[in-house]
């Protein structure tokens, strides 16, 4: 199973369950994955259904960037699908936190390959065509 994401990765269509910490420890790391996030379009937390709660909680990333996929994208267009990232009130970024139980303020013009990339497990296993070691810099 590919390494796309501590809990659900829509590109791939890939549902992830059971992802141990360790699992993450021996990959990228805690400190290096995603886990939550502030997101003003979130559905209720509550959802018995798994296609509404993979579009409506949390994140999803795509192989490609698009205006409402991005970090407080917006878009008249915007599907349900696109509405799965980050979203805040906040100017210029998002409050997020990582596996390791830290939290920080990710900036919205991170780029879309460095943020597809801290939403994996483990970059190098995951179904993203683009694979790089993310920096503090790129944060």
Request: charged residues 15%; proline residues 0%; without cysteine.
């Given at each position: 199973m590919p390494a796309n994401g501590v809990f659900l990765d829509l590109w791939s269509n890939?549902?992830?369950?059971?992802?141990?910490?360790?699992?993450?420890?021996?990959?990228?790391?805690?400190s290096?994955?995603?886990l939550l996030s502030e997101n003003l379009d979130a559905g209720a937390w509550d959802s018995q259904e798994s296609e509404t709660a993979q579009t409506t909680l949390g994140f999803v990333w795509h192989e490609a960037a698009g205006a409402a996929r991005a970090i407080n994208g917006r878009s008249a267009t915007a599907t349900a699908d696109d509405l799965a990232r980050p979203s805040s009130n906040h100017g210029q970024g998002v409050h997020v936190s990582f596996c390791d139980g830290s939290t920080r303020f990710l900036r919205e013009d991170i780029d879309y390959d460095v943020y597809k990339?801290?939403?994996?497990?483990?970059?190098?296993?995951s179904d993203d065509s683009v694979n790089r070691i993310v920096f503090d810099s790129d944060l």
């Open positions: 890939t549902k992830l369950r059971g992802v141990s910490s360790a699992y993450i420890d021996s990959h990228d790391g805690s290096w994955t995603l990339q801290l939403m994996t497990t483990f970059g190098k296993g």
